[in-house]
């Protein structure tokens, strides 16, 4: 865990960021005051459980010091100054009072999946442990009208205090006939404004539950839509991926645990500390894109040798997301890390517009700019406008680096 963490926090903290994190110590002196009284009021609270949470680490054989070098790495993750780390800790120990309801849709429970399988510090523990995990249709027990009695009690006991977890788009066709649920046939439309209506905030977990993912790439026979479509009176947070990463879940509900509020958003609903970087940015085979140096073929030297994968179709220049850096299966590797590009997965409609491989050059698709290199960006674009291709980042690295031929050159 301890390189994790290390990457984490040198990531988080460092200047490539295009997430402002310098905002003067007036400001984070005055959040801090907020932060310590709202965690107060969360102490005065009743417990949802009576799990100890030191007696969780010991079991798992995590001791106070390695607790906090994980707390150290999450405060930086969270865009805030070691200052937060002692709040953040606090906020982990008082997770049994943040109610959660988890509504299973149209998806393939994966989300459910990378929550179980994750780590730091054995983070399912922390979840379904510690959080008051109150309904989750896919592990719970209860089946037919028990489990809609417990559904029901928890959202009226919670009322106003809970998070609502979405995983799995809407089916909108059809009269939302194609999605029902429980002994009473609720239609999974109906379902999620019933159960959204007191809710504290609603968060969309996955590519499905946010933008519609797979069940809404074309034709999208079920009229699949992401749960910002249906839901129009609550705060919504939106954590895409394929799976998402369970490190991005806890790091929203440790944000809401501080603050009582959602996390600062970008334009598509994403929180910005998850979301505020651009995959190419901090790709390991970036060095390898600014040479010129590209995998040409599978199987090639370039392969071998881990050079970059944009002619491959990895669509790392315009997708935004950390798992570059926080990655998955206790942050052991990523997709790029094992020799398979980026498909986007964090963006919307993915499915059709990025899931190939093909360079975006050939789509005829603009990439959006902005992101962590400006410089590079701006550049980039003014190559778009000259040669009319698809991505002008790869115009102005090819520019500067050459493009390279296949003759027979050795790279090793």
């Known amino acids: ?141 209860a089946a037919g009208y028990q489990a809609e009695k417990q559904l029901d009690e928890a959202m009226e006991h919670f009322k106003g205090k809970y998070l609502l977890f979405v995983e799995g788009s809407v089916p909108m066709g059809m009269n939302g006939q194609y999605g029902t649920i ?43 839509v992401g749960v910002m479509e249906v839901v129009k009176n609550k705060p919504i947070i939106n954590i895409p991926a394929c799976p998402a990463n369970p490190a ?46 590209y995998v040409e073929e599978w199987g090639d030297k370039g392969a071998q040798n881990n050079f970059c994968l944009y002619k491959m179709g990895c669509k790392g220049p315009m997708t935004f997301n950390n798992c570059s850096i926080v990655r998955y299966n206790e942050a052991i590797n990523w997709p790029i890390g094992v020799g398979r590009g980026c498909i986007g997965c964090s963006e919307p409609d993915f499915w059709d517009k990025y899931a190939y491989e093909r360079p975006m050059a050939d789509a005829k698709i603009k990439a959006p700019t902005g992101g962590v290199e400006k410089t590079v960006d701006e550049f980039g674009l003014g190559m778009l406008t000259a040669v009319g291709i698809g991505i002008g980042i790869h115009a102005a690295a090819s520019a500067v680096a050459g493009k390279r031929e296949k003759s027979g050159e050795s790279h090793e």
């Open 248 to 293: 991005n879940m806890v790091g929203v509900i440790l944000h809401y645990l501080l603050t009582g509020q959602v996390p600062e958003l970008d334009s598509l609903l994403r929180p910005k500390f998850a979301f505020g970087y651009r995959i190419h940015d901090n790709c390991e085979r970036r060095a390898h894109f600014d040479a010129g140096e």
């Open 1 to 141: 865990m301890s390189d994790k963490i290390e990457a984490v926090k040198k990531l988080f903290t460092s200047k490539s960021s295009r997430v402002e994190t310098n905002k003067g110590d007036a400001y984070y002196q005055e959040l801090f005051q907020k932060c310590e009284a709202r965690l107060n009021e969360m102490r005065a609270m009743e417990p949802t459980n009576r799990v100890d949470f030191s007696e969780l680490l010991e079991e798992n054989g995590i001791d106070r010091r390695e607790f906090m070098k994980w707390a150290s790495a999450t405060t930086a993750m969270l865009m805030l100054p070691p200052m937060f780390t002692p709040l953040v800790a606090d906020a982990t120990l008082l997770m049994n009072r943040a109610p959660v309801i988890w509504l299973e849709l149209q998806d393939c429970a994966g989300n459910s999946e990378a929550l179980l399988r994750a780590d730091g510090p054995k983070i399912d523990e922390i979840v379904l442990d510690i959080i008051s995990l109150e309904y989750h249709e896919t592990l719970q027990a």
């Open 182 to 224: 429980g002994a009473k046939a609720e239609t999974f439309h109906d379902h999620l404004v019933r159960c959204s209506e007191n809710a504290a905030a609603v968060v969309a977990v996955g590519a499905c539950a946010t933008f519609g993912g797979v069940p809404a790439a074309s034709p999208n026979p079920t009229g699949a």
